[in-house]
């Protein structure tokens, strides 16, 4: 009798979008049935050719390690990034953490936004993402979502507004 403990708490989320839109993804964390206050938290997504590419190889989509807050003025939103840089990937998302009041409507939502210019950069193709959670509070770092990233090509060509 085999006996064994699966710690892999992520979920599978394929994401499919387009070429050239604005890509905006908001997250609700939870524990339990209660929404997590998330402005001490930091996070990090990659989209990768495949999982096995490491640091810059592979490397399409990044979240910013040296983005400056953006909600109430506590630390960096994001993960540092390892044997890579920003400049490695066609598309840099940003992350919004949401709000540390629990009456604000946005409070435990985290949102992962690029822009359509920056979208435009990504090659149309089949990629793999996932990405990171590390709770400041216990210093645990788990990676909550995973799986297929697709782009497809977009059609009408628009300059930049």
């Known amino acids: 009798m085999a006996n064994k403990i699966n710690l892999d708490t992520s979920t599978r989320l394929d994401i499919i979008c387009r070429k050239g839109d604005t890509f905006s993804?908001?997250?609700?964390?939870?524990?339990?049935a209660d929404k997590q206050d998330l402005t001490s938290d930091k996070f990090a997504m990659q989209v990768r050719t495949r999982a096995s590419r490491e640091g810059a190889n592979g490397l399409l989509i990044?979240?910013?390690?040296?983005?400056?807050?953006?909600?109430?003025?506590?630390?960096?939103?994001?993960?540092?990034?390892?044997?890579?840089?920003?400049?490695?990937?066609?598309?840099?998302?940003?992350?919004?953490?949401?709000?540390?009041?629990?009456?604000?409507?946005?409070f435990g939502i985290l949102t992962i936004k690029g822009t359509a210019l920056q979208m435009s950069e990504v090659p149309?193709?089949?990629?793999?993402?996932?990405?990171q959670h590390y709770v400041d509070s216990s210093e645990s770092q788990k990676?909550?979502?995973?799986?297929?990233?697709?782009?497809?090509?977009?059609?009408?060509?628009?300059?930049?507004?």
């Open 124 to 131: 149309s193709g089949r990629y793999v993402y996932d990405i």
């Open 62 to 106: 990044t979240t910013n390690p040296a983005q400056e807050s953006i909600d109430d003025g506590t630390s960096a939103p994001v993960l540092p990034l390892k044997n890579a840089n920003i400049a490695d990937a066609s598309a840099v998302f940003t992350v919004d953490r949401g709000s540390n009041d629990s009456d604000d409507g946005d």
């Open 143 to 161: 990676t909550i979502l995973h799986g297929s990233f697709v782009v497809n090509d977009d059609i009408t060509e628009v300059g930049q507004l």
């Open 25 to 32: 993804i908001g997250l609700t964390i939870k524990d339990g």
